[in-house]
C-alpha cells in the first residue's frame, strides 16, 4: 500500500468535524482575474456582479474555492495592485454591495470565496502617502513608508542602489510643498506603489483591522501579494549587484525573504483562529486562509511561511517554472513534499496564474525560455502537453490552483499591438518584459456575441479572432475537449478516496521519460517524451489525456500524455 494512503479526503468519506474545517489541505482553487472573467453592464471591463453571474458554472466545473484577484478601490496603475482604500470596492468593479452578495452566492452554492491582500504597498494615492507628501519633511505619515534624503552633494542620487522589479531604480524623489526637490520613497514595484514601513507600529494595526473589516464580510481567506517582501534588511543596505532581477529567487535579498516577515504572519495567524475557536471535536466553523505569494530560493524556504503557527498554504514557484522534463518534474515534486511534511502543510500545486505566460503557451515553445514568452510556439503540442501536465498536477497530493480560462485550453495572446497594452511593466525601461497582458484577455463565453460572451461592449484587451471554437458553450458537451476533460478531472479527484491529502507518493518504475506513481489503489502515469510508451495496466482506466491503447496486460500511452487507473493495491 502506498506511503500516502491515510489521508483520504474529508468529502469523500463521513468525515469528521476537524476534516471539514480543514477543507483547504485538498482543495482545488480556482483564480478569478475579476477585469478579465465576465463583464455585467457592457462597458468592457470584468466586475463583481460579472463573477456572481458565473459562480454556477464555477460550480459545475468542480472547484471548491474562488480566489478573487484585487477589486479595491484603485488608480489601477498596476490592475489594482495599487490600492488607495482598502475597505472599499473600485466602481469599475461595482460596490460593497455587491462583494457581500457575491459572497453569500458563492456560499449557497457551496464556494469558498478567497481574496486578495496588498500589504507590501499602497497606491500613490492612498490618504497616508497623500498627506505624507502634502505634510512634508518630518511629517508622521512619511513614517509609515520608507522616505529617505538622498545621496550626493545636493542629495540628487537614490538613497541605495535597489532595483524596482518593473524596472529602474527602486526610488523615486518627492517634489516637496515648497517645489524644492525632496526626499526620495521607496517602491519595489512601480512608483505610483510605495512600500509600507512594516517596522511602523500603525501599520500592523491598520492592517489587522482590514484583515477583521472582511472576515465579517464572510470571506473564507486571504491570498497575500508579495508575502515575501513586508520586512526590509536593517538599514536598507546596498545589495552591490547591477541586473539584481536575474538574483531573484536564487538568493535572499535584502528586501525580500526576511525573517522579521514570520512575526506579522503570527499576529495574523491568530485573528484568523480566533474565526474558528474551540477544539475541532467541539465543532464550529470552518477554517478560513492565508495563501502566500512567496517568491523564495528555495521550497525550504518556503516552508517557512506555512509552520503551524503561520500561514497555511505557499504557491509552489518551483512548480510552476519547472520544464516539461520527468526528471526535473519528479525532483520538484519531492522537494516540495519532503519541504512540506516536517510542518505539517499541504503541498500546492499551479501551472498558470495572472502574471506568467500560460502552461499551454510554455509548454509549445523549446525549454529555457522562462515564464514570459513572446511567441506562440506549436499550439497543438502545447495543448496536449498542458493537459497532460494538469492531470499529473490534479493527481498529486494537496491543493491544486486553476487560472481562469486553462480549463478552455487557452494559449496566451502573444500578438497584442504596442497600443492596446497595460501591463505597467511593458513602459518601464528596463527590468520585465511586460507581456503579462497576454495572460490577461478576457476569456470567451459564446462563440457569438460582443466579445465572445464577456459581455455587450468588447473587452479592455482584444480577443483572437479564433477564440469562438474555444468558448465555454463550443467545448460543453464535447467528448475529448479541454473543458470536459477538466470537469471530468475534477469529478474523479472528488470520487477516488485516494486523491487529495496527503503527504507523499510512492514512485512505480517506468521507462525513461515517463513518471508513474501509485496512491493507494490509484496510479497516475504521465509520458513527457515525443513518442509513445508501453507500460503497465494498472487496472480500469479512469481518464486520460489523450488515447491510451490497452493490449493484455500492456498499455500504449501517446506522447505527452497523462493517464489515472484505479485498480488493485
Given at each position: 500500500?502506498?506511503?500516502?494512503?491515510?489521508?483520504?479526503?474529508a468529502?469523500?468519506?463521513?468525515?469528521?468535524?476537524?476534516?471539514?474545517?480543514?477543507w483547504?489541505?485538498?482543495?482545488?482553487?480556482?483564480?478569478?482575474?475579476?477585469?478579465?472573467?465576465?463583464?455585467s453592464?457592457?462597458?468592457?471591463?470584468?466586475d463583481?456582479?460579472?463573477?456572481?453571474?458565473?459562480?454556477?458554472?464555477?460550480?459545475d466545473?468542480?472547484?471548491?474555492?474562488?480566489?478573487?484577484?484585487?477589486?479595491y478601490?484603485?488608480?489601477?496603475?498596476?490592475?489594482?495592485?495599487?490600492?488607495?482604500?482598502?475597505?472599499?470596492?473600485d466602481?469599475?468593479?461595482?460596490?460593497?454591495?455587491?462583494?457581500?452578495?457575491?459572497?453569500?452566492?458563492?456560499?449557497?452554492?457551496?464556494?469558498?470565496?478567497?481574496?486578495?491582500l496588498?500589504?507590501?504597498?499602497?497606491?500613490d494615492?492612498?490618504?497616508?502617502?497623500?498627506?505624507?507628501?502634502?505634510?512634508?519633511p518630518?511629517?508622521?505619515?512619511?513614517?509609515?513608508?520608507?522616505?529617505?534624503?538622498?545621496?550626493?552633494?545636493?542629495?540628487?542620487?537614490?538613497?541605495?542602489?535597489?532595483?524596482?522589479?518593473?524596472?529602474?531604480?527602486?526610488?523615486?524623489?518627492?517634489?516637496?510643498?515648497?517645489?524644492?526637490?525632496?526626499?526620495?520613497?521607496?517602491h519595489?514595484f512601480?512608483?505610483?506603489?510605495?512600500?509600507?514601513?512594516?517596522?511602523?507600529?500603525?501599520?500592523?494595526?491598520?492592517?489587522?483591522?482590514?484583515?477583521?473589516?472582511w472576515?465579517?464580510?464572510?470571506?473564507?481567506?486571504?491570498?497575500?501579494?508579495v508575502?515575501?517582501?513586508?520586512?526590509k534588511?536593517a538599514?536598507?543596505?546596498?545589495?552591490g549587484?547591477?541586473?539584481?532581477?536575474?538574483?531573484?529567487?536564487?538568493?535572499v535579498?535584502?528586501?525580500?525573504?526576511?525573517?522579521?516577515?514570520?512575526?506579522?504572519?503570527?499576529?495574523?495567524?491568530?485573528?484568523?483562529d480566533?474565526?474558528?475557536?474551540?477544539?475541532?471535536?467541539?465543532?464550529?466553523?470552518?477554517?478560513?486562509?492565508?495563501?502566500?505569494?512567496?517568491?523564495?530560493p528555495?521550497?525550504?524556504?518556503?516552508?517557512?511561511?506555512?509552520?503551524?503557527?503561520?500561514?497555511?498554504?505557499?504557491?509552489?514557484?518551483?512548480?510552476?517554472?519547472?520544464?516539461?522534463?520527468?526528471?526535473?518534474?519528479?525532483?520538484?515534486?519531492?522537494?516540495?513534499?519532503?519541504?512540506?511534511?516536517?510542518?505539517g502543510a499541504?503541498?500546492?500545486?499551479v501551472?498558470?496564474?495572472?502574471?506568467?505566460t500560460?502552461?499551454?503557451?510554455?509548454?509549445a515553445?523549446?525549454?529555457?525560455?522562462?515564464?514570459?514568452?513572446?511567441?506562440?510556439?506549436?499550439?497543438a503540442?502545447?495543448?496536449?502537453?498542458?493537459?497532460?501536465?494538469?492531470?499529473?498536477?490534479?493527481?498529486?497530493?494537496g491543493?491544486?490552483?486553476?487560472?481562469?480560462?486553462?480549463e478552455?485550453?487557452l494559449?496566451?495572446?502573444?500578438?497584442?499591438?504596442?497600443?492596446?497594452?497595460q501591463?505597467?511593466?511593458?513602459?518601464?525601461?528596463?527590468?520585465?518584459?511586460?507581456f503579462?497582458?497576454?495572460?490577461?484577455?478576457?476569456?470567451?463565453?459564446?462563440?457569438?456575441?460582443?466579445?465572445?460572451?464577456f459581455?455587450?461592449?468588447?473587452?479592455?484587451?482584444?480577443?483572437?479572432?479564433?477564440?469562438?471554437?474555444l468558448s465555454?458553450?463550443a467545448?460543453?458537451g464535447v467528448?475529448?475537449?479541454?473543458?470536459?476533460?477538466?470537469?471530468?478531472a475534477?469529478?474523479?479527484?472528488?470520487?477516488?478516496p485516494?486523491?487529495?491529502?496527503?503527504?507523499?507518493?510512492q514512485?512505480?518504475?517506468?521507462?525513461?521519460?515517463?513518471?508513474?506513481?501509485?496512491?493507494?489503489?490509484?496510479?497516475?502515469?504521465?509520458?513527457?517524451?515525443?513518442?509513445?510508451?508501453?507500460?503497465?495496466?494498472y487496472?480500469?482506466?479512469?481518464?486520460?489525456?489523450?488515447e491510451?491503447?490497452?493490449?493484455?496486460?500492456?498499455?500504449?500511452?501517446p506522447?505527452?500524455t497523462?493517464?489515472?487507473?484505479?485498480?488493485?493495491v
Amino acid at each position: 500500500m502506498s506511503q500516502q494512503h491515510s489521508a483520504a479526503p474529508a468529502r469523500h468519506r463521513a468525515a469528521t468535524v476537524a476534516d471539514r474545517r480543514e477543507w483547504w489541505r485538498d482543495a482545488v482553487i480556482y483564480q478569478v482575474y475579476p477585469r478579465s472573467f465576465a463583464d455585467s453592464n457592457g462597458d468592457g471591463m470584468g466586475d463583481l456582479e460579472g463573477v456572481r453571474s458565473r459562480l454556477p458554472y464555477l460550480r459545475d466545473l468542480g472547484v471548491d474555492a474562488v480566489w478573487l484577484s484585487p477589486f479595491y478601490a484603485s488608480p489601477q496603475a498596476d490592475a489594482g495592485y495599487d490600492v488607495a482604500d482598502y475597505r472599499a470596492v473600485d466602481p469599475v468593479f461595482g460596490s460593497l454591495l455587491d462583494a457581500d452578495a457575491l459572497i453569500r452566492d458563492a456560499h449557497e452554492l457551496g464556494l469558498r470565496i478567497i481574496v486578495d491582500l496588498v500589504p507590501n504597498h499602497s497606491s500613490d494615492q492612498h490618504e497616508w502617502f497623500r498627506r505624507a507628501l502634502a505634510e512634508g519633511p518630518g511629517s508622521p505619515l512619511r513614517e509609515r513608508y520608507h522616505f529617505r534624503p538622498g545621496k550626493g552633494k545636493n542629495g540628487e542620487l537614490p538613497p541605495n542602489d535597489w532595483e524596482s522589479i518593473f524596472g529602474g531604480p527602486a526610488w523615486t524623489r518627492v517634489t516637496e510643498p515648497d517645489g524644492s526637490p525632496g526626499e526620495w520613497y521607496l517602491h519595489l514595484f512601480a512608483p505610483e506603489q510605495p512600500d509600507f514601513n512594516w517596522e511602523h507600529p500603525a501599520v500592523g494595526d491598520e492592517f489587522r483591522s482590514i484583515l477583521r473589516f472582511w472576515l465579517d464580510m464572510g470571506v473564507d481567506g486571504f491570498r497575500i501579494d508579495v508575502a515575501h517582501g513586508l520586512v526590509k534588511a536593517a538599514g536598507l543596505p546596498d545589495l552591490g549587484a547591477h541586473d539584481q532581477l536575474r538574483l531573484l529567487g536564487n538568493d535572499v535579498m535584502p528586501f525580500f525573504d526576511q525573517d522579521g516577515v514570520h512575526e506579522i504572519y503570527r499576529q495574523w495567524r491568530r485573528i484568523l483562529d480566533e474565526y474558528h475557536p474551540g477544539p475541532a471535536e467541539q465543532g464550529g466553523p470552518p477554517q478560513r486562509i492565508f495563501v502566500a505569494e512567496a517568491w523564495t530560493p528555495t521550497v525550504e524556504r518556503t516552508a517557512n511561511y506555512v509552520r503551524p503557527d503561520e500561514l497555511h498554504q505557499a504557491f509552489n514557484f518551483q512548480y510552476l517554472s519547472t520544464e516539461w522534463d520527468a526528471s526535473r518534474l519528479r525532483e520538484v515534486i519531492d522537494r516540495t513534499l519532503d519541504a512540506m511534511r516536517p510542518v505539517g502543510a499541504p503541498a500546492t500545486w499551479v501551472l498558470s496564474n495572472h502574471d506568467v505566460t500560460r502552461h499551454a503557451t510554455r509548454f509549445a515553445n523549446p525549454p529555457g525560455l522562462g515564464t514570459q514568452i513572446r511567441t506562440a510556439g506549436d499550439r497543438a503540442l502545447g495543448l496536449r502537453r498542458a493537459r497532460a501536465a494538469t492531470l499529473l498536477m490534479l493527481a498529486l497530493p494537496g491543493s491544486a490552483y486553476l487560472y481562469q480560462g486553462e480549463e478552455l485550453g487557452l494559449p496566451d495572446v502573444v500578438d497584442l499591438p504596442d497600443e492596446v497594452r497595460q501591463d505597467p511593466a511593458y513602459f518601464r525601461g528596463a527590468g520585465q518584459d511586460g507581456f503579462r497582458d497576454g495572460c490577461r484577455v478576457p476569456i470567451p463565453w459564446t462563440r457569438t456575441g460582443s466579445s465572445y460572451g464577456f459581455g455587450s461592449g468588447g473587452s479592455w484587451l482584444p480577443q483572437p479572432d479564433d477564440w469562438a471554437e474555444l468558448s465555454v458553450e463550443a467545448q460543453t458537451g464535447v467528448p475529448g475537449s479541454t473543458l470536459e476533460l477538466y470537469r471530468a478531472a475534477l469529478r474523479v479527484r472528488r470520487a477516488q478516496p485516494d486523491l487529495g491529502a496527503g503527504d507523499a507518493v510512492q514512485w512505480l518504475r517506468a521507462p525513461e521519460g515517463v513518471l508513474a506513481f501509485r496512491r493507494g489503489a490509484f496510479v497516475c502515469v504521465t509520458n513527457t517524451t515525443g513518442e509513445p510508451v508501453t507500460t503497465p495496466a494498472y487496472g480500469r482506466v479512469l481518464l486520460s489525456s489523450g488515447e491510451v491503447a490497452e493490449t493484455g496486460s500492456g498499455a500504449t500511452v501517446p506522447a505527452d500524455t497523462t493517464v489515472w487507473w484505479s485498480g488493485a493495491v
